[in-house]
């Protein structure tokens, strides 16, 4: 009498589940509709300056700071945010007149400049508006970033930011810093909204 055979299925190994490329697509899927709700509650948008509205080379000359360079395509996007009722601030750890200068032709009311603690002027920023921090969307692009995007409900960052950056972000522009990432960030949100009206004021 021949041994009876093992049944293949009491014999193969356990599958493991939640794993494997349609699991990690699944993932990445939720991911993305998550960035979206909290884009499309974003009432205030505040940028870094130097390596997200400039690509963050700073150019010095003997008397200081002489020029930085900014990509119309991201003054653009700023007026979009603004004719769509959105709050638009800048918020940096450097101080300069090139910035102000930059924020004036843009009609950006509220710079803060020379900001070493960067949560710090946001709490100051939040209450005086009356934002709350989930409504308020933040583009970074280094560690002095970190803080902040960890703060607001919609945290972005520019295409070369730093990693830790890009892994706390809820999304990532692929335009790199002064090269179009924040026009890109201001058609998302704005995208965003049109998508998901009834997140509008949460």
Same mark, same amino acid.
């Given at each position: 009498m021949k041994p009876r055979r093992k049944s293949s299925a009491a014999s193969a190994p356990a599958r493991s589940v939640g794993r494997g490329p349609a699991s990690a697509l699944t993932r990445s899927v939720g991911r993305a509709a998550e960035a979206g709700? *909290? &884009?499309a509650r974003v009432r205030l948008v505040v940028l870094d300056v130097d390596g997200v509205l400039t690509d963050g080379r700073l150019y010095?000359?003997?008397g200081g700071e002489a020029l930085k360079v900014f990509d119309v395509r991201d003054g653009h996007g700023v #007026?979009?945010?603004r004719e769509a009722g959105l709050g638009v601030a800048? =918020?940096?750890? #450097? %101080?300069? &007149?090139?910035?102000? *200068?930059? &924020?004036?032709e843009l009609d950006i009311d509220t710079v803060l400049q020379g900001e070493r603690d960067k949560l710090a002027a946001l709490e100051r920023l939040l209450a005086a508006s009356g934002v709350a921090a989930a409504e308020c969307a933040?583009?970074?692009d280094d560690w002095p970033d970190l803080p902040v995007? $960890?703060?607001v409900g919609f945290a972005a960052a520019?295409?070369? $930011? %730093? =990693?830790e950056v890009r892994r706390a972000a809820h999304w990532i522009a692929q335009a790199d810093g002064g090269?179009?990432?924040? *026009? %890109?960030? &201001?058609?998302?949100v704005l995208r965003c909204r049109q998508r998901h009206p009834g997140q509008l004021g949460v």
């Amino acid at each position: 009498m021949k041994p009876r055979r093992k049944s293949s299925a009491a014999s193969a190994p356990a599958r493991s589940v939640g794993r494997g490329p349609a699991s990690a697509l699944t993932r990445s899927v939720g991911r993305a509709a998550e960035a979206g709700l *909290r &884009a499309a509650r974003v009432r205030l948008v505040v940028l870094d300056v130097d390596g997200v509205l400039t690509d963050g080379r700073l150019y010095m000359s003997a008397g200081g700071e002489a020029l930085k360079v900014f990509d119309v395509r991201d003054g653009h996007g700023v #007026r979009l945010l603004r004719e769509a009722g959105l709050g638009v601030a800048l =918020l940096s750890s #450097r %101080a300069s &007149a090139i910035v102000e *200068r930059r &924020a004036s032709e843009l009609d950006i009311d509220t710079v803060l400049q020379g900001e070493r603690d960067k949560l710090a002027a946001l709490e100051r920023l939040l209450a005086a508006s009356g934002v709350a921090a989930a409504e308020c969307a933040y583009m970074g692009d280094d560690w002095p970033d970190l803080p902040v995007m $960890a703060r607001v409900g919609f945290a972005a960052a520019v295409g070369d $930011a %730093a =990693l830790e950056v890009r892994r706390a972000a809820h999304w990532i522009a692929q335009a790199d810093g002064g090269r179009g990432a924040v *026009r %890109a960030l &201001a058609e998302y949100v704005l995208r965003c909204r049109q998508r998901h009206p009834g997140q509008l004021g949460v």
